[in-house]
């Protein structure tokens, strides 16, 4: 596929690099969540990713729902593809205490489709205020939770991989906001266990971000890219961006996160309505570039 004739979404730019091909060896750590492609069923994102020569995916538990785990897992292995993580577990923060055994029982289950689908890590998205503004209280509940889940983790093989997430989402969704928070309640508890997630989008920003990846070392779980833009949508969840169109340097952190030991997939995740729009062929040819370009060769 030419540079020549092909158009990078949602941008609209002439793409910049070719498109790999299937079986070219840049891709082989490339992973496509399943939210870059949101319109998508499981069995097209499968599709999708074997078309294109992208050897992973990342699921989302609502799609696996829909055909149900075991079928899930049949899927995805004879499509020659590999699950890199499973998406969602956490929202801990809840006041009341049959709220958090409900929270509880629900990351267990999730670990336990999880272990069906082979994924190595259940992606933790920590939660917000309930309605509140104890903040502290409610990293604390986070953090009780996380602990008292090591034991199922371990009996079933599926790592805890606790994601911060940007400020802006402290309030509704995301109580641990930088990796070094992240850091902090994950390493009292094993490393086999508990891990973090280093998502480009969520940490990018964050100072001594370079100390804290290499901090991380056994403990990243997953490495996320997408891309920070601007200006924001009015809907902050839809403002990540395709690598490139924004402002943050993948090479850097990449590197970092390859120095840190870092081996496994690369999973592209992005939550942005015109992405969304796009034709889904079009998107991951487009993040196949991107990836090939700016964070493949800092691996």
Known sequence: MSVATHVDVPSGSPARVDTPAPGDPRLERLSLNQKTTDRWSLAEAVAGCAEAGIPALGVWREPVADVGTTTAARMVADAGLRVSSVCRGGFFTVADAAGRR????????????????????????????????????????????????????????????????????????????????????????????????????????????????????????????????????????LSRGMMGDGHIDFAHLTSLVSAAGYAGDVEVEIFNADVWAADGRDVVATLARRYVELVEPHL
Request: hydrophobic share 50%; proline share 8%.
């Open 102 to 237: 409900a929270a509880l029982d629900e990351n267990r289950r999730a670990l336990d489709e999880a272990a069906v689908l082979g994924a190595p890590c259940l992606v933790l998205v920590p939660g917000g205020l309930p309605g509140d503004r104890d903040l502290r209280g409610a990293r604390a509940r986070a953090a009780e939770a996380v602990e008292a889940l090591v034991p199922h983790a371990l009996e079933v093989g599926v790592r805890l991989a606790i994601e911060p997430m940007h400020p802006i989402f402290a309030a509704d969704r995301g109580v641990v906001s930088t990796l070094g928070q992240a850091l902090d309640m994950a390493e009292p508890l094993p490393a086999d266990a508990v891990g973090v997630v280093v998502d480009t989008f969520h940490v990018w920003w964050e100072p001594g971000v370079e100390e804290q990846i290499l901090r991380a070392a056994d403990r990243i779980a997953s490495y996320q890219v997408c891309e920070w833009i601007t200006p924001l949508p009015a809907d902050t969840l």
